[in-house]
RNA sequence: CGGGGUAUAGCGCAGCUUGGUAGCGCGCGCGUCUGGGGGACGUGAGGUCGCAAGUUCGAAUCUUGCUACUCCGACCA
């Protein structure tokens, strides 16, 4: 390709609009722009790296088993209805009517159609198991779109489903396409850690989540610092603290202050206190709502994944009203404890560990110090409901916790039978009876990866892409070939080698000075620059340049096809 | 959806407080010089100041309403 064919699109200086770094790259190296809000048009620069991650996507999933479709975007609502998940999925989920008043959706993932397709395909367990993928735009309306393409409402995505007669059986797919994926990173050499994850709202039983780590990942990720172990701090167990909790020392005793104040007025320790959370429980139809207290050591935060997972308490998390919390402590929630409460009180492990600990005295800026689980609260529920934090120790039983961001890059999940059932996806087993199946489902983010890649491969030049995944492999770049034929002549033939050659070349045939000619391959991040100028020449030389190491080194002209062997 | 911010040329911004000829830098066109790191000089093109209504002799500027974008929280590949 020249330049002077191609729409180069950079741009000097950073649009204000973007935050993160990958997103600012994205727009001034010209891969991206912006149509409104998280929807984005591919343009050539972007677009070839997009398809090239998408084929190495392919590439190791085809390897893996699969067998490559491509579903509707448009779905009938009709068949989410069948699934349960038109009222689950929530205002996520974009709905359409057709000409005829009939409804749609645009598909934010495909398990309804898939799992129909594969109902309607499939008869006997001999044609098990099967792996299906598509790699699809999809489309979700996220509540808020932000850091361009990576976390845009359009995206491309690969998804993959597989379809088993025993759950044994989905283990082994599972684990295939578990390495299929670290083969895909590991291919697109990004710094990478597949974590135990939460199922969240697709459902189902096991999950892993594939992160890039990165500072601007939205996610933090709890590592052992000893094993392999990291989890999504949604996920990642707190223990209990080991050892007995102490016997009561102290006697309660009431202080006028509330127990914020407290703190910052004494000596106090925030791990001696506890924080008391009031929120809604679940409840059968026709209930008066519940509220449920939730109590946590002062300085922990409540895991609210952990604490939607109980049954006591209702999904998505709610926080009492300070009118519901009024009624039930006759006070500010800032003065909240858990002596005293009528509701069901659940404590996490760590605070249920304290002994003479303080607390709130569910009297307006009145705090109670000395205070003792069994001796002054009576019943109470403990559970694993805060964040880990760093320093704890990891659930593995190996080492302690270290928290860092990842940005989600892939989740695999172990659906089981719970969209089979759904959508009456069945095969005549052994003995000719009818089974359900049990599925698996595999996600990538493929527009998401460009993002993450950016992100962790990037310096104040621009872009540095892994190899793999560069939009280009070199750019000629001669010196001032308006006014020298040798120079000119010297880069066409080059040019005209490399494309025989089947060498995915950008030759800078523009008519700009040298300066502008560097800024731009390297804030578009071309690995190699051949440049082309009188200097060398007279030698039979021309310099290369390496983007990622910055090296500089010559070479003779008839020596540079035989880098691309 | 809640809470902030912004909207003036392709991009980055000033002007608005105190109403009176729409500006700067970059980019873009043309010309000359220059030619190994976003060069210089000259000369041009490009804006119904987000939209609508109001106040006023007169609105980018004041008032009201709307819309879009964006940042912080809940959702997720």
Redesign the pocket.
């Known amino acids: 390709m020249r330049t002077s064919q191609y729409l180069l699109s950079?741009?000097?200086?950073?649009?204000?609009?973007?935050?993160?770094i990958s997103?600012q790259l994205m727009l001034?190296a010209g891969l991206v722009r912006?149509?409104?809000?998280?929807?984005y048009t591919w343009l050539p620069t972007g677009l070839r790296v997009l398809k090239k991650v998408e084929n190495i996507v392919r590439e190791e999933i085809q390897r893996a088993g699969g067998n490559e479709i491509l579903m509707p975007m448009v779905q009938p609502a009709d068949l989410w209805q069948e699934s349960g998940r038109l009222d689950d999925?929530?205002p996520?989920l974009l709905r359409l009517k057709d000409r005829h008043q009939r409804d749609f959706i645009l598909g934010?993932?495909h398990e309804e159609v898939v799992t129909k397709l594969v109902a309607n395909e499939l008869n006997s367990y001999k044609q098990l198991p099967l792996t299906v993928f598509q790699i699809q735009t999809?489309f979700?309306d996220?509540?808020?779109?932000?850091?361009?393409?990576?976390?845009?409402?359009e995206?491309?995505?690969k998804?993959a489903y597989s379809f088993h007669l025993e759950d044994e059986c989905l283990e082994k797919t599972y684990q295939i396409m578990f390495d299929a994926y670290c083969r895909i990173f590991e291919r697109l050499e990004l710094n990478f850690r597949p974590v135990i994850?939460?199922t969240?709202?697709?459902g189902g039983e096991k999950s892993h989540?594939?992160h890039v780590l990165a500072d601007s990942g939205?996610?933090d990720i709890a590592f052992s610092d000893a094993s392999d172990f990291a989890a999504n701090i949604?996920k990642a167990e707190a223990l209990a603290p080991t050892g007995e909790r102490g016997e009561p020392t102290q006697d309660i005793e009431k202080v006028a202050l509330k127990l914020e104040r407290l703190i910052k007025t004494s000596e106090l320790d925030v791990k001696t206190t506890v924080k008391t959370l009031l929120v809604v429980g679940t409840t059968e139809e026709g209930e008066p709502e519940k509220i449920v207290a939730l109590v946590l050591r002062g300085d922990h935060q409540l895991n609210?994944?952990k604490a939607?997972n109980l049954a006591q308490i209702a999904s998505?998390?709610t926080f009492a009203t300070d009118e519901q919390v009024s009624a039930i402590a006759n006070c500010h929630s800032t003065s909240l404890g858990p002596k005293g409460l009528t509701v069901e009180v659940i404590v996490d492990r760590s605070a249920a560990h304290l002994s003479d600990f303080v607390c709130g005295a569910n009297e307006n800026n009145h705090s109670f110090t000395g205070v003792n689980w069994q001796r002054d609260c009576g019943e109470i529920n403990i559970q694993d409901i805060r964040n880990v934090v760093a320093g704890d120790p990891s659930p593995c039983g190996q080492g302690t916790i270290e928290i860092k961001r990842g940005?989600?890059?892939?989740?695999i999940?172990q659906l089981g039978r719970k969209y089979a059932e759904a959508m009456k996806c069945s095969v005549l087993n052994e003995g000719g009876k009818n089974q359900t199946l049990t599925m698996g489902c595999y996600?990538?983010?493929?527009?998401?990866?460009v993002a993450a890649a950016i992100e962790q491969n990037h310096d104040k030049?621009?872009i540095k892409w892994p190899k793999a995944i560069a939009p280009f492999q070199v750019a000629i770049v001669p010196?001032?070939?308006?006014?020298?034929a040798r120079v000119k002549e010297t880069a066409e033939t080059l040019y005209e080698s490399l494309l025989q050659a089947g060498v995915e070349v950008l030759f800078d045939d523009r008519?700009?000075?040298?300066?502008?000619?560097?800024?731009?391959?390297?804030?578009m991040g071309t690995p190699l620059?051949v440049?082309?100028?009188?200097?060398?020449?007279d030698a039979q030389q021309?310099?290369l340049?390496n983007r990622i190491t910055?090296e500089?080194s010559l070479i003779a002209i008839d020596d540079v096809m035989a880098l691309f062997n």
């Open positions: 950079t741009l000097k200086e950073t649009p204000a609009s973007a935050e993160v997103h001034r912006n149509l409104a809000s998280g929807l999925y929530g996520e934010p993932t999809k979700r996220e509540i808020r779109p932000r850091f361009g393409v990576m976390r845009g409402r995206f491309l995505m998804d994850a939460d969240g709202s697709i989540e594939f939205e996610d949604e609210e994944v939607e998505p998390l940005i989600e890059v892939g989740h999940f996600g990538i983010g493929v527009s998401r990866i030049y621009g010196m001032n070939m308006a006014k020298s008519k700009e000075r040298p300066g502008v000619m560097f800024a731009d391959h390297e804030l620059l440049i082309i100028g009188e200097r060398n020449l021309v310099e340049k910055g500089k």
